[in-house]
């Protein structure tokens, strides 16, 4: 079984309407009381627990857990019923997501993938982050709001991408600058792993590679940031 600890993340859950509960609480400060009134009004069951108890079920915990039963809390959507609810819209955003296999990083992208409205996160179902609590708390509860797909197999699922009519650019240091792209339209951007990037399949099948120009002495960007960095202009971009 899987604690929610963080306030934003157990907030976001229990808004999502997705399956949670009981909310075992210990000791109830001000913002914990916020949280107990909300899972009181949307009917989630509340558990009374001693501190000592809760502490070893989720040491993590600022007086108030949630227990979740599946392993991620992604409001999850298939990719092939994700291209077929597309209709004729024009624009749509779409992120990739090539091995990034850092929990924290993960719920990073994923807050990222929130603040600008991606449609949907690709990832696969194998080799990837999967800590739930660290994620949902990184994420500050974004787990709950962003679809996601994962697939067995990402090379398939851009080429499906590429019929629905995206764009699909891989996010590299010495791509062409981002902000000299025409980035409106059916576009997904492909984040490569931590320590080795866009795997060399996946590069070869992006329709060009799109690079943040940079002027420090360290090699790269944080993944993370990167993602920030690059949704920002290509959702600048889509509300023109």
């Known amino acids: 079984m899987t604690f929610l600890t963080g306030f934003h993340a157990i907030e976001e859950r229990i808004k999502s309407g997705q399956s949670c509960g009981p909310l075992l609480v210990a000791k109830a400060g001000p913002r914990a009381k916020e949280i107990v009134t909300l899972a009181i009004n949307n009917k989630i069951r509340l558990e009374r627990t001693g501190a000592f108890e809760l502490d070893g079920i989720a040491p993590d915990n600022r007086g108030i857990a949630l227990q979740v039963e599946d392993e991620s809390g992604k409001a999850d959507?298939?990719?092939?019923?994700?291209?077929?609810?597309?209709?004729?819209?024009?624009?749509?955003?779409?992120?990739?997501?090539?091995?990034?296999?850092?929990?924290?990083?993960y719920g990073a992208i994923l807050r990222c993938c929130d603040q600008f409205a991606v449609d949907l996160?690709?990832?696969?179902?194998?080799?990837?982050?999967?800590?739930?609590?660290?994620?949902?708390?990184?994420?500050?509860?974004?787990?709950?709001?962003?679809?996601?797909?994962?697939?067995?197999?990402?090379?398939?699922?851009?080429?499906?991408?590429?019929?629905?009519?995206?764009?699909?650019?891989?996010?590299?240091m010495d791509g062409e600058p981002v902000y000299k792209l025409d980035l409106s339209g059916r576009i997904a951007l492909v984040l490569g792993s931590e320590g080795g990037g866009i795997s060399r399949l996946l590069r070869e099948r992006c329709d060009g590679m799109v690079g943040i120009p940079s002027y420090g002495r360290i090699d790269s960007l944080n993944v993370s940031v990167a993602a920030g960095v690059l949704l920002y202009e290509v959702r600048r971009q889509c509300v023109k």
């Open 77 to 105: 959507i298939s990719l092939e019923n994700f291209i077929a609810e597309l209709g004729d819209r024009k624009n749509s955003i779409v992120m990739i997501l090539d091995e990034i296999t850092d929990p924290h990083n």
């Open 121 to 172: 996160v690709v990832s696969r179902n194998r080799r990837n982050a999967k800590q739930a609590p660290i994620v949902s708390q990184t994420s500050a509860g974004a787990v709950s709001w962003v679809p996601q797909a994962e697939t067995p197999n990402l090379m398939r699922a851009m080429e499906d991408l590429k019929e629905a009519g995206f764009w699909i650019y891989g996010a590299d």
